[in-house]
């Protein structure tokens, strides 16, 4: 059945989660067919079978069962952390000492093996849109059987009460897609919503509005206890990001809202989901704007036409567009102290003419490489000779192409979105998830020192395009949850660096959110004249930098042995730029 289920969603679909029940002729197959899929539990059929089984072994007193599900088996399926968890867990064993086979037949039947499938502190990081239970199928169920009438009929028969059960349902599904396009409630009038009514669902505003209720709540530590669950598991703005609109004004955008809510059309001529785009509500704002100019005094409008038409020609203001900068600033390079800077690598390439891609210049790039960014890696060639010099000679042997991103002050955010959504101008989503992820774990707290986390999300929320220093990935800090996310080794290599080898090292991951072995993933970063980040394609076999010290001080115990996996590349990387410095000291 599942086989069937994966030829019917088509090739490439991947679902995010599959929801079942303890089905054990179910739960194998699952994790075969759908190995990619986060596996969950109905916490419904979970809270049954809890209260009727703990019923059982209490001497068959009903009230005790109800109790337990309702009180400390509540607070363990509630837990956002798994520091909660943990304390939950612990409260219920105290509490229940006298009773070993209810805490037997907890632990063995459900949170040894299964925890991570309905504790929300694992839950949380799942996009499952809010489905946990499995109500939608069992209703589904009982519609069909109330269309049928019988269990016993012919083919064609069935066939046809099917059809218009379906047929009914899709009906009802347009109803409500078109109210949300046409009507809304006075409660989403707000600057807030003004960019999102008619063009999300009205679930996802209800949804949104919940959020909002919520921030007002955690008033000034937003931050610190939003944890971001909503935008983890329903793709909507979660506390912080509507802190964030609110304190900005300037409304909340549809691209905080996944795409899942904004499929507003179903049917015919709907076979490919036709999505609300961004630039249509940049031009309705815009079209507003002139609406409102119109009205005001002649002399306004003057001297904003002027302002306007100067942005459109600025040739017939009589500026011309400079040409790059070939010429270094500073004191002349014959000085012995001399403070002349390197061209920047945007600089380089600019005067080497042309990008050539990977596919032309180097046929080693990983396939996975080539199917996620075709033709945005280079060769290795193309490295301007300059900082070859200051590259450490022996990493060249690994390196096998880079890509270059666009130098806008999200450089860092937009190498990460390249390598792990396999697109750069979704910069945007790496830094929603990096605000969202540093809420979760305390470790963030000693990472970001002395600065605040409300400090910290505001530096990397940022979605308004070119954006100066302030904005800026930090190169140590920011790598830290990029590497526990996405469960990734995250390397960064110093190019054009004259201050030496600094800053080379390896950050792991901070714990074993997917119950995994090791990191799934490797990505270098380049930190190009201590300016610019760009995108390093290597060899598996690498030789990796050195693990800050202060990983093992604040790593989870789940992944402390990680080390030990790369202690083969990490000797090599010592010995190595042992040897080079030697070398580099003598010359």
């Known amino acids: 059945m599942l086989q069937k289920l994966k030829l019917l969603l088509g090739e490439g679909v991947i679902p995010s989660a599959i929801l079942t029940d303890k089905e054990g002729g179910l739960m194998r197959p699952v994790a075969e067919v759908f190995p990619n899929s986060r596996h969950l539990l109905c916490t419904w059929h979970i809270n049954n ?213 904004r499929t507003l059309e179903i049917g015919d001529g709907a076979d490919i989901p036709e999505f609300v785009e961004e630039s249509a509500q940049v031009v309705e704002l815009f079209r507003s704007l002139v609406d ?69 210049g180097s046929s080693s790039m990983s396939t996975q490489q080539t199917r996620s960014s075709l033709g945005s890696y280079m060769s290795i060639d193309l490295i301007p000779p300059g900082f070859k010099e200051w590259l450490p000679q022996f990493m060249l042997q690994y390196i096998r192409g880079y890509c270059d991103v666009i130098p806008d002050g999200n450089c860092g955010f937009r190498c990460a979105a390249e390598f792990f959504l396999g697109d750069q101008e979704r910069y945007g989503e790496i830094r929603s998830t990096l605000v969202g992820e540093i809420g979760k774990l305390e470790q963030y707290r000693h990472v970001y020192r002395p600065d605040s ?52 090292f390896t950050i792991l991951p901070l714990e074993n959110r997917y119950e995994s072995t090791r990191p799934t993933k490797e990505i270098v970063l380049a930190f190009v004249n201590t300016n610019h980040y760009i995108l390093l394609d290597l060899t598996p076999d690498f030789p990796l930098q050195p693990i800050p010290p202060r990983w093992r001080e604040l790593a989870d115990y789940s992944v402390l042995e990680w080390e030990s996996r790369y202690q083969t590349r990490r000797q090599a990387w010592d010995q190595y730029s042992d040897e080079f410095n030697f070398r580099r000291g003598r010359s």
Not at 212 to 220: A, D, G, N
Not at 328 to 354: A, C, D, I, W, Y
Not at 469 to 490: K, R, S
């Open 292 to 360: 409102d100019v119109l009205a005001r005094d002649i002399a306004v409008v003057r001297d904003i036409s002027r302002i306007v038409h100067d942005e459109l020609h600025p040739e017939n203001a009589g500026f011309e567009e400079p040409g790059p900068n070939l010429t270094r600033r500073g004191r002349p390079r014959k000085q012995r102290n001399s403070t002349t800077r390197n061209l920047s690598f945007v600089e380089h390439v600019r005067n080497m003419g042309p990008r050539r891609s990977c596919d032309q």
């Open 49 to 261: 079978d809890m209260e009727a089984r703990v019923s059982f072994l209490c001497n068959k007193n009903k009230d005790v069962g109800r109790a337990f599900k309702n009180g400390v088996w509540k607070r363990i399926m509630e837990a956002s952390t798994v520091e909660e968890y943990d304390r939950a867990v612990a409260s219920m064993e105290d509490r229940y000492v006298r009773w070993q086979s209810v805490i037997d037949y907890v632990h063995n039947t459900w949170l040894t093996d299964h925890r991570q499938k309905f504790v929300l502190a694992w839950t949380n990081e799942v996009l499952h849109f809010g489905n946990i239970t499995t109500c939608r199928v069992e209703s589904q169920h009982s519609v069909v059987k109330s269309w049928l009438g019988s269990s016993q009929g012919s083919l064609d028969t069935v066939f046809r009460k099917v059809h218009a059960s379906i047929i009914n349902q899709v009906t009802e599904i347009k109803n409500g897609l078109e109210s949300s396009r046409r009507r809304h409630g006075a409660l989403f009038k707000s600057y807030l919503y003004q960019h999102l009514v008619g063009r999300v669902s009205h679930h996802s505003l209800e949804l949104i509005l919940e959020e909002h209720t919520r921030m007002r709540q955690l008033s000034t530590e937003v931050f610190e206890r939003c944890g971001c669950a909503k935008l983890s598991t329903h793709g909507l703005p979660c506390a912080c990001n509507i802190y964030m609109a609110v304190q900005g004004g300037v409304g909340l955008y549809l691209d905080l809202v996944h795409r899942f809510w």
């Open 453 to 504: 986390i409300a400090n910290v999300s505001w530096r990397i929320n940022w979605r308004g395009g070119q954006c100066g220093e302030e904005h800026w990935m930090i190169t140590d800090c920011d790598l830290w949850p990029l590497a526990t996310h996405f469960n990734a080794v995250v390397v960064i290599l110093s190019i054009g660096n004259r201050g030496g080898l600094f800053p080379n």
